[in-house]
């Protein structure tokens, strides 16, 4: 059977249909153009140079295209890279879904939609279910669809409701150690906190910043769209400013880009809930191809760190 991308090791050769996930041209230190390929397939992506790029060749390897690779698997700094021998645009023969060539999220959309949905049920706060269920149905299929992020973490397809549905049943086993938690307004503020992604990014395949991405950013869109949703619905109790609050505090530090820190317990556990599983799935993903008794490759989130695989199972 075929190996896929990631499971290939350093110095073995790899011929294989892989998407264009970003490209990006640069200039060599000799003047000569070159492209930054960001090529990836079920298993993961890696980056790739094209050097001595043509204009016919930057129009023709852009975002989105499906591309036929030969080259080496090599280690540049600690982190892998393929060294491209061949590269072709894919033709209709080829007969690649591009479907084919993504990461997806290791449950269902049916399965994430059931377990969002089972949370809002439970919440016996009606101004913040109403809102909650109000924005969940508005955006549901880019919800079940989108990833949470371009890169980092869950930055594949279901990405963003399997972020959410991890958080969730992480809050639950908190608010079970707490009891002191406002479970509707934690699990209210998880649901929210990255939905605004669905307007950030372009989509579910080689996502992008669209404009309002770039100019507004996730967590404005989404505190605009509460506001909105609670004067549709007719809701003017506090729980709108708290939930507001607790999607704009989720960065949870200034520097992180957090238009506030948390100033609400609930909203602090949201931090610390979105940071820990943003960073066990870096993690996870990062070790995942990585054998007992070696390092991974340097997690640039993660303070540019190494983590290695220890050799003995629990």
Not at 280 to 301: C, Q, T, W, Y
């Amino acid at each position: 059977m075929l190996k896929e991308l990631m499971e290939h090791e350093v110095g073995e050769q790899v011929d294989l249909f892989l998407l264009v996930k970003s490209a990006f041209r640069g200039v060599a230190s000799n003047g000569k153009p070159f492209l930054t390929l960001i090529l990836q397939d079920r298993s993961g992506d890696i980056e790739a140079k094209l050097w001595d790029a043509s204009d016919s060749e930057v129009k023709a390897y852009q975002q989105g295209t499906i591309v036929r690779v030969a080259g080496e698997v090599h280690n540049y700094r600690g982190r892998m890279q393929l060294k491209i021998k061949k590269i072709r645009r894919s033709n209709p023969q080829d007969n690649i879904n591009v479907g084919d060539l993504l990461e997806k999220a290791p449950i269902s959309k049916d399965e994430i939609s059931s377990k969002v949905t089972q949370y809002i049920f439970e919440m016996k706060n009606p101004n913040i279910q109403r809102i909650t269920r109000h924005l969940l149905r508005k955006y549901h299929e880019p919800f079940l669809e989108y990833p949470a992020a371009t890169k980092n973490h869950h930055e594949f397809v279901s990405g963003l409701g399997y972020h959410v549905v991890s958080m969730l049943d992480l809050a639950k086993s908190v608010a079970e150690l707490y009891p002191s938690l406002d479970r509707d307004l934690l699990f209210a503020g998880i649901i929210l906190h990255d939905l605004g992604k669905v307007i950030e990014l372009s989509g579910a395949v080689a996502a992008s910043y669209t404009i309002e991405g770039n100019l507004l950013g996730h967590i404005t869109i989404i505190v605009n769209e509460i506001g909105k949703a609670a004067e549709e619905l007719g809701i003017h109790g506090e729980e709108v400013v708290v939930l507001q609050h607790l999607v704009l505090s989720h960065h949870g530090k200034l520097e992180w880009g957090s238009p506030k820190q948390p100033m609400i317990k609930e909203a602090e556990i949201l931090f610390l809930i979105d940071n820990m599983d943003a960073k066990m799935n870096m993690l996870d993903r990062a070790l995942k191809h990585v054998k007992p008794g070696e390092f991974s490759e340097k997690i640039f989130p993660l303070d540019n760190r190494s983590f290695y695989k220890p050799t003995f199972h629990s």
